[in-house]
């Protein structure tokens, strides 16, 4: 999987990253060389979302846009 970033300024009431309790397996982002950690098959949002709004996921030769919006909420788009 290739976790790609757009860099945009989060606003004051982001939320950073929180560490987990089971040994995590990291990804490694190809736009900053940033870990994120996978547990039981999850990816918390806000370790996505460090400092930016929107990334793209790449799926086979499809790209997606996952962006967080102002409410809080997640839109996958092609």
Known sequence: MTILGKARKM???SKPGTSR???????MSASE???????DHRIDSRD????????????GADVYRLRLTAQNKLILTK
């Open 11 to 13: 606003n004051a009431d």
């Open 21 to 27: 309790s089971s040994a995590p397996e990291p990804l």
């Open 33 to 39: 060389g940033r870990k994120i950690s996978v547990t």
């Open 48 to 59: 996505l979302f460090i400092n930016t709004r929107e990334i793209t996921i790449s799926h």
